[in-house]
C-alpha cells in the first residue's frame, strides 16, 4: 500500500525539519519527504492542510489494564509506542507473561507494546528475574515499576547482572522509609490539610544511592518519574561528570503543584507526589534544556478508587490522551516552539530506549502522528477512550487535537467526522 | 477555587474547616454559642430550633467524648439523634464511605456529625452531595484525620473570648504533638482569623510539622522560653503510640521536658488561663496540680463545647 500525506507542516524532530511538504509512504517505511520517488503511485492520498505531521509520540511509562481500550486510547493521544511498567497483576516476571503481552499487543494492531520486565520476581525487591529470558521475549529494559527495592545489596547485585548484558534499569527514585507512610508533598499544603508527607529526601537519597551503584557497575540507568528541584539537580551532575543515566518527568508534573490539591481533590494525588511551585519549574527547566523527556505515566484507574479521602485514593492519572496536548500546553508557558515540544515525546524517548522509533527520513518505521495544533477541546469522560476518566484536567480545554495516526503505515485511527 | 463550606450567599452550610472562614462567621457563631449558654441553665434545656429534623452522628473512628456532646447539644435543639458506630457495621461489610452517605439520604438525614481517620473525608461527603444535588443536607467535621476540628477549635476560642475578652491582644501558646493534632490546626487557622498577634508551638522537632511559620507560627522547642508571658497555654493529648518509638524514647523524658508542671506555668503571665482539648495523660503532658489548679479551665471548655455545637448545627442548618 502506497500512501500519501499531502499539505502537512512534516516537523522531524531528529533532523530540524520543520515544513509544509508531502510524505510518501511505502511498505510500512518513510519512502520520501517533498517529491514523490521515482514510480511512486499512491494507492491513497490524505490531504492534511492545516495539520502538523511528525513522528508518532513515544510514551515512557503507560499502564495497559484492560489492554485493548488503552492501545485504542494509545493511538487516540497520537501515541504509536508504549513503554509498559512492570506493575501489572501479575507482574510482569516471567518470559512467558511478557511474550503473551507482547503477541496480544500485535494481535490488535495499534500501538506497539514496549514492556519493561520486572527487574526482581514479584518486584520485591529479593530474587532476581530472568533478565536475558525476558529480554528475548521483547522487554526494551528492567524495572521496579514504583516498588522501591530496600535491600541495597539486591539493588547492587541486580544493576551488576544487568550490567554483565548491556541492559538498562530503569528505577523510579524514592527511599521506602521515607515515603511508605506518605501521601503528598511535605510542604506547606501537606501540613495545612493535615497529609502525612513526603520529603524531597525520599527521592535524592534514593538517586544518590542508585548514582553510586551505576558509578561502582557501569550499569546504565533510568530514573523515572522525578519530582524534586534537588533530585533533578543530581541527574545533572551525574550526567556532567559522565554517568549513563537518563531521567523523564510526567507530564502532569510540569503543569501542576501541590497547590492543586486544593481541598483535598484525589484527581491530584500522584507518586511520586505533586511538589512545590519551586520544584515544578526545576522540572520544566529539565525538560526544556534536554536532560528530561516527557511521559505521560499514564494509569487508568476505576471510578472507586478515587471516590476516596485523598490519602486512601490511589495515585495516578490516565493520561495517554492528554500527552500531547499537555506537552504542547507546558511548551507554551515554557517559550519552546513546536519541534522542540515535540522532540521531547518522540526523539527524546526513542534515544532512552535506544530504538530507531523517531524519525521521518526516508527509511524510517512510517509512525506517525498528526495533528491540528490549534484545535481545542475538552477533556470530559465521555471523550477519554480509556477505561480510566480519573483526570485532573476533566473539564478543562485543551489545545492540540489528533487528526489520524499511523503505525507501520497504516492508519490506526482516524478522527471520526463530526 | 470555591471554598465547599459556603453556600452562593457566603453563608455557613457545612462546617468542614476553620481555614478559609472569615472572622464574621466565626464571630457568628460565638455570639450565637453565647445565646445558647443560658438554655443549659434551664429546667426544660431544649429549644426547637432543629424539631424535626434528623442529625446522624457518622464515627467512623471512636470517641465517645466529642459524640456525647454533638448528641447532647443536639438533643437541646430538639433534633432527632441517630448514632452510628460505622466501624462495627456496613464499613467492615464492604460498604464505600459514599454508598453510606446515600444510603443515609435515603433515611431523610439533615445534618451528619462526621469524625473519620482519613483526612479531608468530610469534603468528599460534603461535595458528593453536592454533586446529587443534596444541598438541604448539611456536614460538620467532628475530627477527621490530622487536618480538623473545628467545633474544638471555636470552643477553644469561646473559652479564651470569655476568660479573656480581647484576642487583639494575647500570646497563645499551643504545646506538644502539633504534628499529628487536628485540634492545634483548627486552633491555630481560629486564633490567626480572630487576630491574635502572636501564636507559639512549643514541641521537639519530632512532633512539629514543617512550615509552621507559614501558618503565621512561632517555633519554640524550650518550654521555658516558650512559655515566657504567655496568657493562654493550649496543652495537647499525647498519644501512646507516639510515646516509645523513633519520635519520642519515653514518655518519663516527654514529661520531665514538655510536660505542664506548676513550675513552668509560673512562666506565663499570671493570669494565664490553661486549656487541654481532653482526654488528659496526667503525668505525661500535664501535672495533676496544674491541671486541678486555678489557672485550669479544661471542664469550662467543655460546657461551653455543648453550647458552641448547638450554634454550630443551628447556623449550618439554617442557612
Known sequence: MNLEIKNGRVIDPQHHTDRVASLFISGGRIAAQGLAPAGFVADRVIDVSGAVVCPGLIDLGARLNSIEAELAAAVAGGVTSVVVPPDADPPLDEPELADRLVHRGAEIGKARVLPLGALTLGLKGERLAELAGLKKAGCVAFSQATQPVVDTEALLRAMEYAASFGFAVWLQPQDYWLSRNGIAHEGEVANRLGLAGIPVAAETIAIATILQLARDTGCRVHLTRLSAAAGVALVAEAKAEGLPVTCDVSVHHLLLTENDIGFFNPHARFAPPLRSQRDRQALSDAAANGLAAICSDHTPLGADDKLLPFGEAKPGATGLETLLPLTLKWAAAANLDLPQALARITTAPAAILGLPLAGLAPGAVADICIFDPAAEWQVNADNLRSRGKNSPWLGHMLTGKIRATLVDGRVVFAERDS | ?319
Request: hydrophobic share 45%.
Open chain 2, 1 to 319: 477555587m470555591i471554598n465547599p463550606q459556603l453556600n452562593q450567599d457566603g453563608e455557613l452550610c457545612h462546617l468542614l474547616s476553620i481555614e478559609g472562614l472569615p472572622p464574621r462567621i466565626l464571630t457568628q457563631i460565638l455570639d450565637t454559642a453565647a445565646s445558647f449558654m443560658e438554655v443549659s441553665q434551664r429546667d426544660v434545656k431544649k429549644v426547637p430550633l432543629l424539631r424535626g429534623k434528623s442529625v446522624f452522628n457518622l464515627f467512623f473512628e471512636n470517641s465517645t467524648r466529642t459524640r456525647t456532646t454533638f448528641e447532647i447539644a443536639a438533643k437541646r435543639l430538639s433534633a432527632d439523634v441517630i448514632n452510628l458506630d460505622i466501624n462495627k457495621s456496613s464499613t467492615a461489610k464492604g460498604e464505600t464511605l459514599l454508598d453510606t452517605i446515600d444510603n443515609l439520604c435515603a433515611m431523610h438525614a439533615n445534618l451528619f456529625v462526621v469524625r473519620h481517620a482519613a483526612s479531608g473525608a468530610p469534603y468528599l461527603i460534603a461535595e458528593h452531595l453536592s454533586r446529587i444535588g443534596r444541598n438541604d443536607v448539611h456536614v460538620v467535621n467532628a475530627g477527621d484525620g490530622r487536618h480538623a476540628h473545628p467545633t474544638q477549635g471555636l470552643l477553644d476560642m469561646y473559652t479564651i473570648r470569655h476568660y479573656k475578652k480581647d484576642f487583639t491582644r494575647l500570646r497563645v501558646a499551643i504545646v506538644g504533638d502539633i504534628l499529628h493534632s487536628r485540634v492545634a490546626r483548627s486552633d491555630i487557622h481560629a486564633l490567626t482569623s480572630l487576630g491574635v498577634p502572636e501564636v507559639r508551638a512549643i514541641g521537639p522537632e519530632t512532633l512539629l510539622p514543617k512550615h509552621l511559620d507559614k501558618l503565621g507560627v512561632h517555633v519554640f522547642h524550650d518550654m521555658n522560653e516558650g512559655l515566657k508571658d504567655c496568657d493562654v497555654i493550649i496543652m495537647l493529648r499525647l498519644q501512646n503510640e507516639r510515646m516509645n518509638g523513633a519520635l519520642l524514647p519515653s514518655a518519663g523524658e516527654y514529661f520531665r521536658h514538655f510536660g505542664l508542671t506548676p513550675q513552668k506555668l509560673a512562666l506565663a503571665k499570671a493570669d494565664a488561663i490553661v486549656m487541654h482539648p481532653g482526654p488528659m495523660n496526667r503525668g505525661v503532658e500535664i501535672h495533676s496540680a496544674v491541671a486541678d489548679g486555678p489557672q485550669a479551665v479544661i471542664l469550662p471548655q467543655v460546657t461551653f463545647g455543648i453550647a458552641v455545637r448547638m450554634a454550630v448545627m443551628s447556623i449550618v442548618a439554617g442557612n
